[in-house]
């Protein structure tokens, strides 16, 4: 499918995928083997000659309501193919696959701060995605940093509460939190824990029981050289009394432990007390303060 007499863009599969992989980042580079079994699509922008100058990956997802939907992982020019319509091109073209398909809607996530940002959101305007909307608020701070937090300071336990390592739960204390939360439903569903645990960082994931029930917790992940603070949450008849804090400060201090001096929390901001005090609090002892951001388009 060519768009103009300079540049074709066509869908790739497999076998058609070699030259790319430097086109997309390397967690994304796996999805380059999987295009035509139906979880991923690709659409690549080459120039007359056959080089590649861009690329659009992504991979199948559900929309509202259940509908089929695409998620656009990521878009790439060739920096010297820049400001000459390839984006828009690809973009098109992979929308125009999307559409294909039969996908109601095609979504993208992405991060603010980055050099790229802007001229992102000003392709998806052009090509009449939805407004970005905030999705996440994500603040990085080093241990140098983090410590001059008022916040960050010794909190004592009180005779009943014991902060463990998450790993070290009983079979026991797992299935009690797993009976509460069918009993009486206390832990949103996007900060259960027991879908975030896989590959957690083992010192700094910690678990706060209180009378030896478990009532909250933080689970975090390595991310290359960081820490990321994946899935914070406490019982509701504790945030009021910032008892997370216990988790926080007690994760940050075991950091040189797991040989990390960096952390990166995400704060969902349909959560408005988390994201208040991660502006209110944590942004000013901040290195970083993003948003991821989301747009959209339907087909």
Request: proline fraction near 6%; glycine fraction near 8%; aromatic fraction near 8%.
């Amino acid at each position: 499918m060519s768009l103009n007499s300079n540049v074709l863009y066509r869908p790739l599969d497999a076998d058609s995928r070699w030259g790319y992989g430097s086109f997309t980042f390397p967690a994304l580079r796996h999805l380059l083997r999987r295009l035509g079994d139906g979880g991923a699509m690709a659409v690549a922008a080459d120039d007359a000659a056959g080089s590649p100058l861009g690329l659009a990956l992504g991979v199948a997802a559900n929309g509202d309501g259940g509908q089929s939907a695409a998620e656009l992982m990521s878009i790439y020019v060739r920096p010297e193919s820049r400001r000459q319509g390839v984006a828009a091109g690809v973009l098109a073209a992979f929308t125009d696959i999307c559409r294909q398909q039969g996908r109601a809607e095609v979504r993208a996530t992405y991060m603010t701060g980055q050099p790229t940002t802007p001229a992102v959101e000003a392709l998806f305007a052009r090509a009449g995605w939805t407004p970005p909307e905030t999705r996440m608020l994500v603040v990085q701070a080093t241990l140098e940093s983090i410590r001059a937090a008022p916040w960050m300071r010794d909190y004592p336990l009180a005779e009943n509460m014991r902060i463990v390592r998450w790993l070290d739960l009983t079979e026991v204390e797992r299935a009690g939190i797993v009976d509460s939360q069918s009993v009486q439903a206390w832990i949103p569903e996007d900060l259960y824990p027991f879908n975030h645990e896989a590959g957690c960082e083992p010192t700094t994931s910690l678990a706060l029981k209180v009378d030896g029930k478990v009532v909250g917790w933080t689970i975090n992940h390595r991310v290359g050289h960081v820490l990321r603070y994946t899935c914070s949450f406490m019982h509701r008849r504790l945030q009021r009394l910032g008892r997370i804090l216990l988790l926080y400060n007690e994760s940050v201090a075991r950091m040189p432990q797991a040989g990390l001096d960096t952390g990166m929390w995400t704060v969902p901001i349909w959560h408005p007390n988390m994201a208040a005090f991660a502006r209110r609090w944590m942004a000013p002892y901040a290195t970083r303060f993003d948003e991821t951001r989301g747009s959209r388009r339907s087909l």
